[in-house]
Nanobody, 125 residues
Framework: QVQLVESGGGLVQPGGSLRLSCTTS????????VAWFRRAPGQEREGVLCNSTRSAATSWRHDSVAGRFTISRDNAKNTVYLVMNNLKPEDTAVYYC?????????????????WGQGTQVTVSS
């Protein structure tokens, strides 16, 4: 069910930065676990990061983005951000945000009942 709206994707050079946004008018994101997934051409969808205000201990992060990607929230704007630094060509993918009403971060995408339409991130010189 597409309830989320992502934005901020684009073309960036290796080593550059982007900030993706995820927002909705349907519910309050602070009550949800919010995860970012990505799908590169010809590959399976993979989890990137997840953050939960209600269950912080369940937050997770893919090893490949450690030290480079973070999640932040602006509750006043009901928006969750994926901040991506030191981008690499292998980060090229369509990025999706997903929200789970259960409030717990789970790696399995089936758990998430709200999705965005995706935004393209291309890292290339």
């Amino acid at each position: 069910q597409v309830q989320l709206v992502e934005s901020g994707g684009g073309l960036v050079q290796p080593g550059g930065s982007l900030r993706l946004s995820c927002t909705t008018s349907k519910f309050t994101l602070d009550n949800y676990a919010v995860a970012w997934f990505r799908r590169a051409p010809g590959q399976e969808r993979e989890g990137v990061l997840c953050n939960s205000t209600r269950s912080a201990a369940t937050s997770w992060r893919h090893d490949s983005v450690a030290g480079r990607f973070t999640i932040s929230r602006d509750n006043a704007k009901n928006t969750v951000y994926l901040v991506m630094n030191n981008l690499k060509p292998e980060d090229t993918a369509v990025y999706y945000c997903a929200a789970a009403s259960g409030g717990v971060c789970v790696v399995d995408p089936v758990y998430y009942d709200n999705w965005g339409q995706g935004t393209q991130v291309t890292v290339s010189s």
